[in-house]
């Protein structure tokens, strides 16, 4: 018994000497060998200082609020998650920050606090993923959803927010069309499911939705023809006020959407409050740089132009004549102009200016943001793109935590003044001649003398100087929230929402840009359009959640009432007096109007969710909706939409936890379902007539047809998600195959109907399926330094299934069933013919003539794989991020004409025909048959190259200022940023524009940006 006595004697010691020497509850650190200063102040309230760092498991954390509890004293983590305070030993110091556990921790005389924030929930659970009408954690998402947060977007130099995507999400290819700003990206959800690709009528367009408004995704058309892909509906959008993006791809997803869901749906989430009882936070961001163009062609220089053209003469057996061959006779011999350089190789300069202020009461969050963003274009002249954007959101809960309030609403006013041309202007620098006139006289005037002896030629500045183009936009999104809770468990939510956009384009030609010999057979001109897109929407909602049995059950029931309108108005003036009026339409001798259109659209429908998820393993997902849409017929105008979809979390079976302690998470999912279409014209289903020109006339323009409904897009998807150590790697891969059918299209009709196609639905399927793979990796975690690897690929495949009686529509010359829609139909190369020295192509049915039955040879112009990888690195208050991005596909290389014409041509050309041993090059030569056989040439097979490129799309470095600064300049927080966007690339192509090859499309700028960054 004694001995026992004095063994629990020895055990308490032992535990009050360990109460002395281990730290405080929730292992809070210390660095500095002893947590005390020393014992005499646990018995005093002298005030002295206490330090620290506040990190989580990536690193340093930033923007901790740290006070003493039960004060209104307290600080800010600055960049470096460093912190100091004045306290007393008997403080409590409380760490909160949005997203984590709050801490509290006792002083205890300690002059030195590290501690280590734990989020909510755990690493899988980090973030809660936007799902469109409710959110879901990470982990326990049942559908296909790629997210990136306000990091990756906010400090891009960059107009639209779908270039922010480029790279970044598997199964999601983003193309920039052509790098002037406010262009609309092309963005492909999983690829192409309707045949309809066209600008005027696109039946592939996803559905924007702005903080629960959706949005019209079409781009806008009617402004200047350099926008030849339209304006980004997006354009107004201030990117620093969005805290996520996310893209639903599955059915699980987003049947819930139903017919406005078929091509995927783009969720944008704007930012809100700092968080309730906060003091208010201020943030300013300015940044400015210089952009170029990102690539130029590789032309060739006057020696070696004016060899090509001597020898096409020498060739043919001619001299030179003064009439054809003036560059030859009349122009400088020795001139050289890099045309490129001349017309779009000037220098763009970027500013940016963001200041937003947030903050709140116990009831009451709020966050106020502005944005002037203004970018300078690289053509000749003094053109820009500019916006202003303001965004404010407000949160309100009752004090008895029942009813919620949320508002959020953004205002966005644009301005640019790109050329009033179209992208010819581009295409004209690849094509002059190197020795081509000079384009101003000695006194800076416009010359004009040496181009006047080419009857198709003119100073290609001329129209660029002496045309006007101002296109202003307004957009406003609003959205309302409220949510009651009515029962435990069980709540009424409303969500309201208006968008109201509005453009106005003024273009003003004086007939200066015409030759001054031909000016007085010309007119001054003006057109100017109106485009209006005005949508309101209504979506009451029960929503409840509760318990049953071992799991958790969601359910929600909703209804949408959606009305659009659009109008668009175009009138052009012609024959103005003089160029004082250009402005005046009502000047104009003629007046004509080519478009006034009024359209309402109106969409219904009710919708449903049921999840269930049991002991958090297994979970299911069920979703319904009924859709109503005015763009059908009387007895069309409704179809039911659904999708399951279910995952099971199998890391947390007993047998997996004891026998693969490696794996820390695994998740199998599936879902299968049915979205719908309805993007098409309004109206047609109906008969449609129009005024003729003559008074008290009508003419009809449109065919009656009551039947034809909706398409159909059938999605399924499985995917398996691991996680390993911990989850530093975590590996996801999906497979998906989706079936559009009852294709929507312009049916062909004979012309003796009059009619060139009455709207209908054609028996055609399409099919897109693909493999998706995404590897996360943190590579080193530690309290200086985190590195992080991001990567994604994607396999996609796309094929016609089926289409019966395809050979009787104009669809015959576009596609083959069984093949990709995205192919080339080629003619068969058959080299270069030993007699006549031309290049040689396949006559199939050899009868004499070359059209589509002789295009035998089919290529896949799409894209083989895409992917891209992003690697984030931090060394105490420096950050270095950046991100490339890789397409593998073959394209027609960009033609420019014929060899030996009076036109450039690329230095790849001219080497290879200066190379004795290349027998791949067609005898320069300016007869008929030449031409002919050079354009057959460039429609067969031989013409495709490959137009594959790596890209580093961004490389951002940043410096965070340390505390000790901060503190004396009474900042949170303070960090210097240096930021690239399209720095370099790597391709074999040889075209101007790599993302959209073949065309004669200015390609992104490579921008370098300089800014700062303040916390307040």
């Not at 755990?122 to 954690?137: M, P, S």
């Not at 998402?141 to 790279?167: D, M």
């Not at 384009?439 to 005037?445: K, L």
Request: proline fraction near 4%.
């Amino acid at each position: 018994m004694k001995n026992n006595l004095e063994y629990r004697g020895f055990i308490r010691l032992c535990l009050l000497y360990i109460c002395f020497l281990v730290p405080p509850p929730y292992f809070a650190h210390f660095p500095h060998g002893h947590c005390f200063n020393s014992f005499s102040k646990l018995e005093t309230q002298q005030q002295y200082q206490i330090s620290g760092t506040v990190t989580d498991s990536y690193g340093p954390m930033p923007g901790v609020h740290v006070f003493i509890k039960g004060s209104n004293t307290g600080t800010f983590t600055d960049s470096n998650g460093e912190y100091s305070l004045l306290v007393n030993n008997k403080d409590i110091l409380v760490y909160s920050y949005l997203g984590y556990h709050t801490r509290e921790l006792p002083v205890l005389g300690r002059t030195t606090m590290d501690i280590e924030m734990q989020s909510e929930v755990t690493e899988l659970q980090e973030v809660e993923v936007n799902a469109g009408y409710y959110t879901v954690k990470e982990k326990e998402r049942t559908g296909s959803i790629a997210r990136v947060t306000a990091k990756e977007i906010e400090l891009q130099p960059i107009v639209s927010p779908l270039e922010a995507l480029q790279g970044r999400m598997a199964g999601v290819e983003v193309v920039q069309q052509n790098g002037i700003p406010g262009s609309a990206p092309t963005i492909r959800i999983r690829g192409q499911n309707s045949l309809r690709n066209s600008r005027e009528d696109n039946g592939n367009l996803p559905l924007y939705i702005i903080d629960g408004m959706p949005i019209n995704s079409a781009p806008i058309s009617g402004g200047s023809d350099m926008y030849f892909g339209g304006m980004d509906p997006l354009s107004t959008l201030d990117l620093s006020s969005i805290e996520s993006i996310e893209v639903l791809k599955d059915a699980d997803a987003t049947s819930i959407y139903g017919s406005r869901g078929a091509n995927g749906v783009v969720l944008i989430t704007t930012k809100k409050g700092s968080g309730y009882n906060r003091k208010t936070e201020v943030e300013a961001r300015w940044y400015s740089g210089l952009g170029s163009v990102s690539r130029k062609m590789e032309l060739l220089d006057t020696q070696q132009y004016l060899e090509l053209r001597k020898a096409a003469l020498e060739n043919d057996g001619r001299e030179p004549d003064i009439s054809t061959d003036y560059d030859l006779l009349l122009w400088d011999q020795d001139r050289y102009t890099d045309w490129q350089e001349e017309l779009f190789g000037r220098t763009s300069t970027i500013t940016d200016v963001h200041i937003s202020a947030s903050g709140g009461n116990a009831t009451t969050s709020f966050r106020l943001g502005s944005t002037f963003h203004r970018e300078g274009m690289v053509f000749p002249g003094d053109n820009h793109y500019q916006k202003v954007t303001t965004n404010l959101n407000l949160n309100h809960i009752s004090e008895n935590k029942k009813l919620a309030i949320n508002v959020s609403a953004s205002y966005g006013f644009d301005k640019n003044d790109t050329p009033a041309y179209d992208s010819s202007f581009v295409s004209r620098a690849l094509s002059l001649a190197p020795n081509a006139p000079e384009i101003y006289n000695e006194d800076g005037s416009l010359h004009w003398e040496e181009w006047e002896y080419s009857p198709n030629l003119t100073n290609p500045l001329a129209a660029i100087l002496n045309r006007t183009s101002t296109d202003l936009g307004n957009n406003i999104v609003a959205n309302l929230s409220l949510s009651y809770q009515l029962l435990q468990g069980m709540s009424l939510k409303v969500n309201a929402g208006h968008t109201d956009l509005f453009r106005e384009y003024k273009g003003l030609f004086s007939k200066d840009e015409y030759r001054p010999d031909s000016r007085d057979a010309q007119n001054h001109r003006s057109i100017q359009s109106l485009r209006k897109r005005i949508s309101t929407i209504i979506e009451p909602q029960l929503i409840y959640r509760g318990k049953l049995g071992n799991g958790n059950l969601d359910g929600l029931l909703g209804l949408t009432y959606q009305q659009n309108r659009s109008k668009s108005l175009r009138v052009s003036g012609e024959g103005f007096a003089s160029g004082a009026l250009i402005k005046d339409l009502s000047a104009a001798e003629v007046i004509s109007v080519s478009d006034n259109r009024n359209i309402m659209y109106r969409y219904n429908a009710i919708f449903a969710r049921l999840g269930y998820n049991w002991k958090e393993k297994y979970f299911i997902n069920i979703t319904g909706r009924r859709d109503g849409s005015s763009r059908f017929g009387p007895n069309k105008r409704f179809a039911n939409f659904g999708a399951v979809g279910a995952a099971w979390i199998f890391s947390e079976e007993t047998f997996i936890k004891n026998h693969l302690s490696l794996l820390s998470f695994g998740k199998l999912r599936g879902s299968f379902g049915t979205t719908g279409s309805d993007q098409i014209g309004d109206y047609g289903y109906l008969d449609a007539y129009e005024a003729t020109r003559g008074p008290g006339g009508l003419y009809p323009t449109q065919l009656f047809n009551p039947d034809y409904s909706w398409e159909v897009n059938k999605k399924l998807e499985v995917a398996l998600e691991l996680g390993f150590m911990w989850d530093r790697i975590h590996i996801g891969a999906s497979w998906y195959r989706n079936r559009s059918s009852n294709q929507l299209v312009g049916f062909p009709l004979p012309s003796l109907t009059g009619f060139g196609s009455v709207q209908a639905n054609l028996p055609a399927t399409v099919q897109n399926t693909g493999w998706e793979f995404e590897i996360s990796t943190r590579n080193i975690s530690s309290k200086n330094f985190n590195w992080q690897t991001f990567i994604n690929f994607t396999v996609p495949n796309n094929k016609l299934v089926r289409f019966p009686g395809m050979d009787q529509t104009a669809y015959a010359n576009r596609y083959r069933v069984g093949h990709p829609l995205s192919i080339g139909l080629l003619y068969q190369y058959d080299g270069i013919d030993p007699e006549t020295g031309l290049h040689r192509t396949v006559d199939i049915n050899d009868d004499g003539r070359y059209d589509y039955t002789d295009r035998t040879v089919l290529k896949n112009l799409g894209s083989r794989y895409f992917g891209g990888v992003t690697n984030n690195i931090s060394y105490k208050g420096l950050g270095l991020r950046f991100s490339m991005d890789l397409v593998a596909r073959d394209s027609p290389g960009y033609h420019i004409a014929t060899p030996g014409t009076i036109s450039q041509q690329t230095a790849d050309f001219y080497g290879a025909w200066q190379d004795p041993e290349n027998n791949d090059i067609q005898k320069i030569s300016l007869s008929n048959s030449a031409s002919a056989a050079y354009r057959n040439y460039l429609l067969s097979e031989r013409y495709i190259s490959d137009a594959s490129f790596l890209r580093l799309k961004t490389l951002g470095l940043s410096y965070g200022l340390p505390g000790s600064f901060l503190k004396k300049a009474k900042l949170r927080g303070c960090t210097l940023f240096l930021q690239g966007q399209n720095l370099f690339t790597l391709t074999g192509y040889k075209g101007l524009n790599v993302e959209n090859p073949g065309d004669s499309s200015l390609p992104a700028l490579r921008t370098i940006t300089l800014g700062i960054q303040l916390q307040l």
